[in-house]
């Protein structure tokens, strides 16, 4: 098939996947596209590369200088979030309140930029940085935040992936590149690496199994067979693009997360411990294969060598480079100048993480920075699981997102501004206190008897309360037919 008929039947394709997947009834704002342009971004390549304005990064010192028109870009789209969040102050402060965790994090990255090398670098992209959870907060004060999150992932998704489908198979000067390391093509489809994009398609992969999920258990949608035949379109790409990449990190963050989703969708498992149980595991397993395993047996059933990859070389190189353990280097400054040669010399040159989260966090905010994270994963944990005792549907894809960021970090530096593990990361552990009821959980009382099948019981009260007032007490039942 000709690219431009190609192209004509993907675009074609990409707008039957929106249409399929309408809902008149679901309520978001217009500024909700704002966010959405941020993950299209992230989730491909600089708006410079695609308007083909910059230039191949061969040398260290070009890290430092960055692209001016990249910069623009992003302070656009941040300063229409900020414009938008100073609208809606009052519930951008009561998220602010709730989530202490994330701006003492945030703070200390800004008082790292003062002890960094390379102190201009480290406050514009701290400035980025700050631009992921101003994202955020426009999803979660909007005016459905599970509508605007279910929104943000499939725009995102409906978009990315079956570009990035169009420009693998019929613009490989595109969709592919040359690996340097293994002498062979990559597949990197709308983004710039086979990471990139296997990082892309895990996460709108895992809201469009959320989503697909959901519209199974809901039968009485009107909807509801356009949103499977759009996810499931979806997810068959996404898959493609998992196995054609070769990203097998993110396909296999993708095949457990995405375990977790649907297992919880099930009646049996939806409640508080048997997410935990499953994301428990989940972590379990993937230590044991990667540390754990000395025949690396599992490690080499997807493709990975006992040394994953090179990547037990890069740490070492990296960890003998650390000059000051306690604070790091500062907030994103260790790859930047000499210490990023060093590293060239050391491993191979064009490196630019640690392939390791945690030890990323560590390179750049030392100790202090490790026990922040370790402060955000402890009260991330809390909130995800209090909103899936809430709302298991709602906390189902918070539960995979966090078991993702935490996997997916042991081999790929996800902790990372505008990283789409980072932001998906973000999502899950934010607290919204408007999507949580007042009073605590409670369990439905078993009626008997044609009361049962008439009385619809107000939600609202406490099981106790229920049980201790008389019908009159309630106020006039409300009849079901």
């Known amino acids: 098939m000709p ?15 929106f249409m399929l997947d309408r809902d008149r009834e679901a309520k978001t704002s217009k500024a909700l596209w704002i966010p959405v342009l941020w993950l299209l971004i992230n989730g491909s390549r600089p708006v410079s590369m695609w308007l083909q304005l ?46 202490a965790p994330i701006i003492i994090f945030f703070i200390f990255c800004f008082a790292s930029i003062f002890w960094s090398d390379y102190t201009f670098v480290a406050f514009k992209r701290w400035s980025k940085a700050i631009g992921d959870v101003v994202m955020v907060l426009i999803v979660f004060t909007d005016l459905d935040p599970e509508a605007a999150l279910k929104r943000l992932l499939t725009r995102v998704g409906f978009v990315l992936v079956p570009l990035s489908v169009l420009v693998i198979r019929y613009y490989p000067e595109m969709g592919r590149s040359f690996n340097p390391w293994s002498w062979a093509y990559m597949y990197n489809g709308v983004s710039t690496t086979k990471n990139m ?22 039968r009485e949608d009107i909807y509801r067979r356009g949103h499977l035949i759009a996810h499931g379109s979806l997810i068959a790409m996404a898959l493609w693009l998992f196995w054609t ?14 375990g977790i989703i649907v297992i919880t969708s099930l009646r049996f498992a939806r409640r508080p411990v048997a997410a935990q149980l499953l994301m428990a595991g989940a972590v379990c397993l993937s230590l044991a294969a990667l540390f754990f395993d000395s025949g690396g047996g599992m490690v080499q059933s997807l493709g990975r060598d006992a040394t994953l990859t090179g990547r037990t070389a890069i740490w070492k190189a990296v960890i003998s480079l650390v000059e000051n353990p306690v604070g790091g280097t500062g907030f994103e400054s260790f790859w930047l100048g000499d210490r990023l040669r ?20 560590y390179l750049n905010l030392g100790w202090l920075g490790i026990s922040l994270l370790a402060l955000l994963l402890v009260t991330g944990y809390r909130n995800v699981i209090a909103l899936f005792r809430y709302n298991p549907e709602a906390g189902s894809i918070r539960v995979a997102f966090f078991a993702t960021a935490i996997i997916y970090n ?11 593990v980072w932001i998906a990361f973000l999502l899950a552990i934010v607290a919204v206190p408007e999507l949580l009821p007042k ?8 009626l008997t008897g044609p009361l049962s099948s008439q009385i619809a019981i107000d939600p609202r009260i406490p099981v106790a ?17």
């Open 465 to 481: 309360r229920r049980l201790g007032q008389s019908t009159s007490s309630l106020g006039s039942p409300r009849l079901t037919r």
């Open 245 to 258: 990449a070769n990203s097998m990190t993110s396909l296999a963050c993708f095949l457990m997360a995405g």
């Open 410 to 420: 042991l081999t790929e530096a996800g902790f990372r501004m505008m990283s789409m």
């Open 439 to 446: 009073e605590r959980p409670y369990e439905e009382p078993l």
């Open 342 to 361: 060093k590293v060239w010399d050391m491993t191979d040159k064009g490196i630019q993480e640690a392939h390791n989260g945690y030890l990323e966090v």
């Open 54 to 99: 910059s230039t191949p990064m061969d040398s260290p010192d070009q890290y430092l200088d960055g692209s001016p028109f990249d910069r623009v870009v992003y302070l656009v789209l941040l300063i229409a979030g900020l414009i938008v969040l100073v609208q809606r102050a009052r519930k951008v402060g009561t998220l602010l309140r709730a989530n």
């Open 197 to 218: 994009l296997g990082m892309t398609c895990l996460i709108v992969g895992l809201g469009s199994v959320w989503q697909l999920t959901t519209a199974y258990r809901n």
């Open 3 to 17: 690219p431009a008929i190609a192209s004509a039947f993907f675009a074609i394709g990409i707008l039957v996947l």
